[in-house]
Nanobody, 123 residues
Framework: QIQMVESGGGLVQPGGSLRLSCGVS????????MGWYRQAPGNPGKQRDL??????????NYADSVKGRFTISRDNTNNTAYLQMNMLKPEDTAVYYC??????????????WGRGTQVTVSS
């Protein structure tokens, strides 16, 4: 059984900052990649867009729209990922989902998603 716990969302004014966290626990052999994705409001059928991902070794990849503003990091010991979001814009408003990819319960290349946390950027 795998548990994922996200936190840190909320309401912030444009130009403000938020920090999201995502912890993974349970029957874990390895968490190879952790990432944040987001789904904009008003379109539940829209796919989740990549925001940022990070590997166990620390390699990162960001969406062009967040480069220079967002920073992803992780604590491998505690299988926790963080997303520091600075200079937030109204267009960053979305539900943010954490995804973990790795070997869980003896099965490799498995993906788990968190339930999502709402980020609203508005004055």
């Amino acid at each position: 059984q795998i548990q994922m716990v996200e936190s840190g969302g909320g309401l912030v004014q444009p130009g403000g900052s938020l920090r999201l966290s995502c912890g993974v626990s349970g029957s874990i052999f390895s968490v190879d990649v952790m990432g944040w994705y987001r789904q904009a409001p008003g379109n539940p059928g829209k796919q989740r867009d990549l925001v940022a991902v990070i590997t166990t070794g620390g390699s990162t990849n960001y969406a062009d729209s967040v480069k220079g503003r967002f920073t992803i990091s992780r604590d491998n010991t505690n299988n926790t990922a963080y997303l520091q979001m600075n200079m937030l814009k109204p267009e960053d408003t979305a539900v943010y989902y954490c995804k973990a990819t790795g070997t869980f319960s003896g099965v490799s290349s498995v993906e788990y998603w968190g339930r999502g946390t709402q980020v609203t950027v508005s004055s």
